[in-house]
């Protein structure tokens, strides 16, 4: 399942966040979204996963203060099938 992560700096490393979100889980990849304001990204961390643990994952970490900021977390809910 994929975490949407909202609240971090644009300065967040990506292979530090991907190293602290990997306590929770096997990480498959972490991806920046800086659309929008470049000092507000968000970042989608792919977690291997069952919707059931990420959504324990994301209600553990909203809200943590994390590099001087609140972190922010939520499931990102899947589009279709994957079938």
Known sequence: MKLILSGLSPETDLANLAKRMSRFGPVR???PVRE???QRPWFIVDLDLPHG?????????????FNGRFLHASVMLPIGSDK
């Open 29 to 31: 990849g972490v991806q």
């Open 36 to 38: 929008g304001d470049p």
């Open 53 to 65: 643990a990420a959504v324990a994952v994301a209600r553990r970490i909203d809200g943590i203060y």
